[in-house]
């Protein structure tokens, strides 16, 4: 929980995080991806939204007829949440629950059909990415997709000039100062050890994108990972 109070300030005043409510991008590319390759119709599925924020993805979601959680560390971004999914009719379909994505889960095992992290477990630590990790495994069901969004090192100059000059005390993390946040980055070999360790990588890209903040934008690099729990 150690980044808990920066993530509330942050959605009490937001610098860095959006509030548009409309489904994130890349989640909705990954999406086509499930039904046009994997063939799975994207209804009646246990979805978990690991660091939902103000459930842009959720909400979409439960809009498509499956069953979603939504999770996240400020109670201000899930209070947020909660009331779209009122506004846009959607809340039988949705619970939101105020919990640490890197503590365990309160979950039973095999239960998700697909779990998401959209840009959220980059401020754990190393001890919570591993607890992180071992409990999307355990929560997500044979077979279930699970769908990252993540820092990128490679090829990033925001991410070597804060690595540089603003660095964090574990392995390539830095701090954003403004907002008291630690954020991880991710090399490609780093990515594929940590990841390829539990699941199956179908797919993985790296795409640029801008993130803004203090009105200004920077462009970063994203991992974009499509990955599978296999049952062997
Ligand atoms: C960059 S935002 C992305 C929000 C959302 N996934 C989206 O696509 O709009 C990162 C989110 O992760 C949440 N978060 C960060 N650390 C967390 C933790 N340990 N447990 C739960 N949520 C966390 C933050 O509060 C924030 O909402």
Request: aromatic share 14%; proline share 2%; glycine share 8%.
């Amino acid at each position: 929980m150690g980044q808990y109070q920066a993530w509330e300030n942050e959605y009490r005043s937001s610098q860095l995080i959006t509030k548009n409510p409309e489904p994130q991008k890349d989640v909705l590319r990954f999406f086509k991806y499930l039904k046009k390759e994997e063939k799975k119709e994207l209804s009646g599925l246990n979805i978990l939204d690991l660091g939902c924020g103000t459930g842009r993805n959720s909400n979409y979601l439960a809009g498509l007829g499956n069953k979603v959680v939504g999770v996240d560390i400020s109670k201000t971004a899930i209070d947020i949440a909660k009331n779209r999914a009122g506004e846009m009719q959607v809340s039988d379909n949705v619970s939101y629950v105020v919990g640490d994505i890197g503590a365990s889960y309160p979950f039973g095992d095999n239960y998700f059909d697909l779990i998401l992290d959209i840009t959220s477990s980059n401020s754990l630590n190393e001890k919570e990415r591993d607890i992180y990790i071992k409990e999307v495994y355990r929560a997500l069901k044979d077979g279930g997709y699970f769908f990252v969004r993540a820092l990128c090192k490679d090829g990033d100059k925001n991410a070597k000039n804060l690595l540089k000059f603003s660095p964090g005390k574990e392995n390539d993390t830095y701090i954003i100062k403004e907002l008291n946040l630690v954020e991880r980055v991710f090399s490609e070999k780093d990515f594929k050890e940590l990841y390829g360790k539990y699941f199956k990588i179908k797919k993985l890209f790296k795409k640029s994108g801008y993130a803004k903040f203090q009105n200004q934008s920077y462009k970063r690099n994203y991992w974009l990972a499509y990955m599978q729990k296999s049952s062997a």
